[in-house]
């Protein structure tokens, strides 16, 4: 499973990125507006920190305006996956610039159907949002089963890239589903490393290393 971050914050890209752990970014206008950057010259900033997919969203939502944004998004740099909204526009403008050869993420997307769509518009990605689904006292995870089957059963190229993902368990049940990859914020990510056994275990490690009185170096 790939590991993207939602974020705007170059600082914790810079962070995740030093892991090696990070395979691309992905961003939307309330993450730019919380950075209070620049979009443009931000986005670049990002793409010379990271060299996998950095999502950049269109602001427009006609078809014609989000057109012209994503000639400036595409523009930026060859891994910028021009994001659009699941609509038909938002669709209109990925069936062109996929047949171009831009990547494109299809955003906001809530239902097997729109899902669907996305890969038939040939999205490099699909973002099926699980939290949001999950507050509204619905089953953000169902959807993702769903989509895989979907996708496996057609053998469609687009990616699953599962999004608004709140906590480590909608990670591990994603990736247990075989969703390609998802995005989460960097606190999630960090969570992942967790365990009390381990700190309990490496506590006492620590402490029985110091009674040999030896070091490595
Ligand atoms: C995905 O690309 C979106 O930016 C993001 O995952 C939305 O997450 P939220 O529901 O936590 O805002």
Same mark, same amino acid.
């Given at each position: 499973m790939k590991f993207f971050v939602d974020t705007a914050d170059i600082n914790e890209i810079k962070e995740l990125a030093a892991t090696g752990l990070l395979d691309g970014v992905t961003t939307n206008p309330s993450l730019i507006a919380k950075s209070g950057k620049e979009f443009v010259p931000l986005i670049k900033e990002i793409c010379d920190v990271v060299s996998g997919p950095v999502s950049a969203e269109v602001a427009a939502t006609d078809y014609a305006t989000m057109r012209k944004e994503a000639e400036v998004l595409r523009k930026i740099a060859d891994h910028v996956a021009v994001k659009v909204p699941l609509t038909p526009d938002g669709l $209109?403008?990925?069936? /062109? &610039?996929?047949?171009?050869? !831009?990547?494109?993420?299809? !955003?906001?997307?809530? %239902?097997?159907?729109?899902? &669907?769509?996305?890969?038939?518009?040939?999205?490099?990605?699909? *973002?099926?949002?699980?939290?949001?689904? @999950? @507050?509204? *006292?619905? @089953? =953000?995870?169902?959807?993702?089963?769903?989509?895989?089957?979907?996708?496996?059963?057609?053998?469609?190229?687009? /990616?699953? &890239?599962?999004? *608004?993902?709140? %906590?480590?368990?909608?990670?591990? /049940?994603?990736?247990?589903? =075989?969703?390609?990859?998802? !995005? %989460? #914020?960097?606190?999630?990510?960090?969570?992942?490393? $967790?365990? #009390?056994? !381990? @700190? %309990? =275990?490496?506590?006492?490690?620590?402490?029985?290393? $110091? $009674?040999? =009185?030896? *070091?490595? &170096?």
């Amino acid at each position: 499973m790939k590991f993207f971050v939602d974020t705007a914050d170059i600082n914790e890209i810079k962070e995740l990125a030093a892991t090696g752990l990070l395979d691309g970014v992905t961003t939307n206008p309330s993450l730019i507006a919380k950075s209070g950057k620049e979009f443009v010259p931000l986005i670049k900033e990002i793409c010379d920190v990271v060299s996998g997919p950095v999502s950049a969203e269109v602001a427009a939502t006609d078809y014609a305006t989000m057109r012209k944004e994503a000639e400036v998004l595409r523009k930026i740099a060859d891994h910028v996956a021009v994001k659009v909204p699941l609509t038909p526009d938002g669709l $209109k403008v990925c069936k /062109e &610039l996929s047949d171009d050869g !831009t990547m494109v993420n299809v !955003t906001l997307c809530f %239902s097997p159907a729109q899902a &669907l769509l996305a890969a038939k518009a040939g999205a490099a990605f699909i *973002s099926p949002f699980v939290g949001r689904l @999950d @507050d509204i *006292s619905s @089953d =953000g995870l169902n959807l993702i089963q769903d989509i895989c089957l979907i996708y496996q059963n057609y053998d469609f190229d687009t /990616e699953i &890239l599962v999004a *608004s993902v709140r %906590s480590p368990m909608h990670i591990i /049940e994603s990736a247990k589903m =075989g969703a390609h990859v998802m !995005t %989460s #914020p960097a606190s999630v990510i960090k969570q992942l490393y $967790k365990h #009390p056994l !381990t @700190d %309990s =275990g490496l506590a006492a490690f620590v402490e029985d290393w $110091k $009674k040999t =009185g030896q *070091s490595i &170096l």
